[in-house]
T-cell receptor, first 113, second 112 residues
Framework: DAGVTQSPTHLIKTRGQQVTLRCSPISGHKSVSWYQQVLGQGPQFIFQYYEKEERGRGNFPDRFSARQFPNYSSELNVNALLLGDSALYLC????????????FGPGTRLTVT | KNQVEQSPQSLIILEGKNCTLQCNYTVSPFSNLRWYKQDTGRGPVSLTI?????NTKSNGRYTATLDADTKQSSLHITASQLSDSASYICVVSVVGTYKYIFGTGTRLKVLA
Protein backbone atom coordinates (compact mmCIF):
# COMPACT_ATOMS: atom_id res chain seq x y z
CA ASP A 1 0.00 0.00 0.00
CA ALA A 2 1.32 3.45 -0.90
CA GLY A 3 2.40 5.79 1.85
CA VAL A 4 1.64 9.49 2.09
CA THR A 5 2.54 11.23 -1.16
CA GLN A 6 3.24 14.91 -1.70
CA SER A 7 3.71 17.01 -4.79
CA PRO A 8 5.72 18.67 -6.03
CA THR A 9 8.99 17.48 -4.51
CA HIS A 10 10.73 20.80 -4.98
CA LEU A 11 9.47 24.24 -5.86
CA ILE A 12 11.07 27.62 -6.44
CA LYS A 13 8.94 30.77 -6.23
CA THR A 14 9.61 34.49 -5.99
CA ARG A 15 8.44 36.85 -3.27
CA GLY A 16 4.81 37.86 -3.58
CA GLN A 17 3.76 34.80 -5.56
CA GLN A 18 1.27 32.18 -4.46
CA VAL A 19 1.89 28.45 -4.12
CA THR A 20 -0.25 25.32 -3.78
CA LEU A 21 1.12 22.13 -2.27
CA ARG A 22 -0.68 18.79 -2.51
CA CYS A 23 -0.93 15.77 -0.27
CA SER A 24 -2.53 12.35 -0.70
CA PRO A 25 -3.03 10.41 2.54
CA ILE A 26 -2.69 6.70 3.10
CA SER A 27 -5.78 4.86 1.91
CA GLY A 28 -8.37 4.76 4.69
CA HIS A 29 -6.93 7.74 6.58
CA LYS A 30 -9.36 10.58 7.10
CA SER A 31 -7.08 13.13 8.76
CA VAL A 32 -4.36 15.23 7.19
CA SER A 33 -2.01 17.59 9.01
CA TRP A 34 0.40 20.15 7.57
CA TYR A 35 3.72 21.21 9.08
CA GLN A 36 6.43 23.71 8.19
CA GLN A 37 10.02 22.76 8.92
CA VAL A 38 12.67 25.44 8.56
CA LEU A 39 16.20 24.11 8.11
CA GLY A 40 17.74 23.02 11.40
CA GLN A 41 14.50 23.25 13.39
CA GLY A 42 11.67 20.94 14.32
CA PRO A 43 8.39 20.99 12.37
CA GLN A 44 5.80 23.64 13.27
CA PHE A 45 2.14 22.65 13.18
CA ILE A 46 0.08 24.60 10.60
CA PHE A 47 -3.29 22.84 10.19
CA GLN A 48 -5.12 19.61 10.79
CA TYR A 49 -8.14 18.54 8.76
CA TYR A 50 -10.51 15.70 9.52
CA GLU A 51 -13.46 14.71 7.36
CA LYS A 52 -12.99 17.90 5.31
CA GLU A 53 -13.27 20.16 8.37
CA GLU A 54 -10.46 22.15 9.99
CA ARG A 55 -9.83 20.62 13.40
CA GLY A 56 -6.72 22.45 14.52
CA ARG A 57 -4.67 25.48 13.56
CA GLY A 58 -1.19 26.61 14.57
CA ASN A 59 0.15 30.14 14.86
CA PHE A 60 0.45 30.99 11.19
CA PRO A 61 -0.82 34.11 9.40
CA ASP A 62 -3.92 34.13 7.24
CA ARG A 63 -1.71 33.89 4.16
CA PHE A 64 -1.71 30.17 4.91
CA SER A 65 -4.87 28.26 4.09
CA ALA A 66 -5.78 24.67 3.39
CA ARG A 67 -8.63 22.44 2.42
CA GLN A 68 -9.46 18.76 2.32
CA PHE A 69 -11.34 17.11 -0.49
CA PRO A 70 -13.98 14.33 -0.40
CA ASN A 71 -11.27 11.77 -1.22
CA TYR A 72 -9.35 13.06 1.86
CA SER A 73 -6.49 14.52 -0.17
CA SER A 74 -5.49 18.03 0.84
CA GLU A 75 -4.00 21.23 -0.50
CA LEU A 76 -2.00 23.85 1.36
CA ASN A 77 -2.03 27.34 -0.14
CA VAL A 78 0.34 30.12 0.75
CA ASN A 79 -0.27 33.62 -0.62
CA ALA A 80 2.07 36.61 -0.88
CA LEU A 81 5.16 34.51 -0.32
CA LEU A 82 7.95 35.85 1.87
CA LEU A 83 11.58 34.77 1.97
CA GLY A 84 10.89 33.32 5.43
CA ASP A 85 8.39 30.88 3.94
CA SER A 86 11.29 28.88 2.50
CA ALA A 87 11.06 25.53 4.24
CA LEU A 88 10.22 21.86 3.97
CA TYR A 89 6.44 21.45 4.08
CA LEU A 90 5.40 18.13 5.54
CA CYS A 91 2.05 16.42 5.32
CA UNK A 92 1.00 13.66 7.72
CA UNK A 93 -2.04 11.43 7.63
CA UNK A 94 -3.76 9.36 10.30
CA UNK A 95 -7.05 7.61 10.98
CA UNK A 96 -8.01 10.69 12.97
CA UNK A 97 -8.31 9.56 16.57
CA UNK A 98 -6.25 11.36 19.19
CA UNK A 99 -3.66 8.65 19.82
CA UNK A 100 -3.43 7.38 16.27
CA UNK A 101 -0.07 7.12 14.58
CA UNK A 102 0.78 9.96 12.19
CA UNK A 103 2.51 8.94 8.98
CA PHE A 104 4.54 11.62 7.28
CA GLY A 105 5.15 12.16 3.59
CA PRO A 106 8.55 13.03 2.14
CA GLY A 107 7.74 16.73 2.09
CA THR A 108 7.84 19.53 -0.47
CA ARG A 109 10.94 21.72 -0.40
CA LEU A 110 9.85 25.33 -1.11
CA THR A 111 12.45 27.95 -1.88
CA VAL A 112 11.37 31.60 -2.09
CA THR A 113 13.80 33.96 -3.82
CA LYS B 1 3.65 29.20 26.86
CA ASN B 2 3.61 25.62 25.58
CA GLN B 3 7.16 24.61 24.76
CA VAL B 4 9.21 21.49 24.17
CA GLU B 5 12.96 21.62 24.73
CA GLN B 6 15.40 18.91 23.82
CA SER B 7 18.97 18.25 24.83
CA PRO B 8 21.63 17.87 23.74
CA GLN B 9 21.30 19.70 20.41
CA SER B 10 23.75 17.27 18.86
CA LEU B 11 25.56 14.14 19.89
CA ILE B 12 28.32 11.98 18.42
CA ILE B 13 28.81 8.41 19.62
CA LEU B 14 30.66 5.31 18.48
CA GLU B 15 28.80 2.39 16.95
CA GLY B 16 27.71 -0.09 19.58
CA LYS B 17 27.47 2.46 22.37
CA ASN B 18 24.28 3.47 24.19
CA CYS B 19 22.94 7.01 24.46
CA THR B 20 20.08 8.91 26.08
CA LEU B 21 18.29 11.93 24.67
CA GLN B 22 16.26 14.30 26.86
CA CYS B 23 12.98 16.13 26.37
CA ASN B 24 11.47 18.66 28.79
CA TYR B 25 8.07 20.18 28.16
CA THR B 26 5.85 22.86 29.61
CA VAL B 27 2.76 21.81 27.67
CA SER B 28 -0.39 21.81 29.76
CA PRO B 29 -2.74 20.09 29.96
CA PHE B 30 -0.69 17.23 28.58
CA SER B 31 -2.24 14.56 26.39
CA ASN B 32 0.49 12.43 24.91
CA LEU B 33 4.18 12.47 24.01
CA ARG B 34 5.75 11.03 20.88
CA TRP B 35 9.29 10.44 19.75
CA TYR B 36 10.11 10.55 16.05
CA LYS B 37 13.22 9.74 14.03
CA GLN B 38 13.89 11.96 11.03
CA ASP B 39 16.52 11.17 8.44
CA THR B 40 17.93 14.16 6.56
CA GLY B 41 15.53 15.41 3.90
CA ARG B 42 12.78 12.97 4.80
CA GLY B 43 9.61 13.02 6.85
CA PRO B 44 9.67 11.94 10.52
CA VAL B 45 8.92 8.32 11.42
CA SER B 46 7.17 7.49 14.67
CA LEU B 47 9.12 5.54 17.31
CA THR B 48 6.85 5.64 20.40
CA ILE B 49 3.64 7.22 21.69
CA UNK B 50 2.97 7.54 25.44
CA UNK B 51 0.03 8.90 27.38
CA UNK B 52 0.39 10.50 30.82
CA UNK B 53 -0.31 7.14 32.51
CA UNK B 54 2.56 5.34 30.81
CA ASN B 55 6.10 5.38 32.25
CA THR B 56 7.97 3.49 29.59
CA LYS B 57 7.55 2.15 26.08
CA SER B 58 9.96 0.23 23.90
CA ASN B 59 10.36 -0.21 20.18
CA GLY B 60 13.25 -2.54 19.47
CA ARG B 61 16.47 -0.85 20.58
CA TYR B 62 14.58 2.35 21.41
CA THR B 63 13.12 2.83 24.91
CA ALA B 64 11.22 5.96 25.88
CA THR B 65 10.46 6.96 29.46
CA LEU B 66 8.02 9.55 30.73
CA ASP B 67 7.72 11.34 34.07
CA ALA B 68 4.52 13.36 33.84
CA ASP B 69 5.13 14.90 37.28
CA THR B 70 8.43 16.50 36.30
CA LYS B 71 7.37 16.87 32.65
CA GLN B 72 10.42 15.05 31.37
CA SER B 73 10.93 12.29 28.85
CA SER B 74 13.98 10.46 27.63
CA LEU B 75 14.77 8.27 24.65
CA HIS B 76 17.40 5.61 25.24
CA ILE B 77 19.09 3.96 22.27
CA THR B 78 20.84 0.67 22.95
CA ALA B 79 23.75 -0.74 20.96
CA SER B 80 23.71 2.09 18.42
CA GLN B 81 24.08 1.40 14.71
CA LEU B 82 25.25 3.61 11.86
CA SER B 83 21.65 3.77 10.64
CA ASP B 84 20.64 5.46 13.90
CA SER B 85 22.29 8.64 12.62
CA ALA B 86 19.35 11.04 12.33
CA SER B 87 17.46 13.75 14.17
CA TYR B 88 15.25 12.62 17.04
CA ILE B 89 12.26 14.81 17.74
CA CYS B 90 10.02 14.93 20.81
CA VAL B 91 6.39 15.97 20.21
CA VAL B 92 3.76 16.82 22.82
CA SER B 93 0.05 17.36 22.27
CA VAL B 94 -2.47 19.28 24.37
CA VAL B 95 -5.61 17.70 25.80
CA GLY B 96 -8.72 18.57 23.84
CA THR B 97 -6.86 19.83 20.80
CA TYR B 98 -5.26 18.38 17.74
CA LYS B 99 -2.28 20.67 18.07
CA TYR B 100 1.18 19.11 18.20
CA ILE B 101 4.17 20.97 19.64
CA PHE B 102 7.52 19.80 18.31
CA GLY B 103 10.91 20.14 19.90
CA THR B 104 13.87 21.29 17.80
CA GLY B 105 15.36 17.80 17.88
CA THR B 106 18.66 16.17 18.79
CA ARG B 107 20.99 15.41 15.88
CA LEU B 108 22.68 12.08 16.51
CA LYS B 109 25.70 10.91 14.55
CA VAL B 110 26.97 7.37 15.00
CA LEU B 111 30.54 6.76 13.90
CA ALA B 112 32.10 3.44 12.91
Amino acid sequence: DAGVTQSPTHLIKTRGQQVTLRCSPISGHKSVSWYQQVLGQGPQFIFQYYEKEERGRGNFPDRFSARQFPNYSSELNVNALLLGDSALYLCASSLGRHLDEQYFGPGTRLTVT
Amino acid sequence: KNQVEQSPQSLIILEGKNCTLQCNYTVSPFSNLRWYKQDTGRGPVSLTIMTFSENTKSNGRYTATLDADTKQSSLHITASQLSDSASYICVVSVVGTYKYIFGTGTRLKVLA
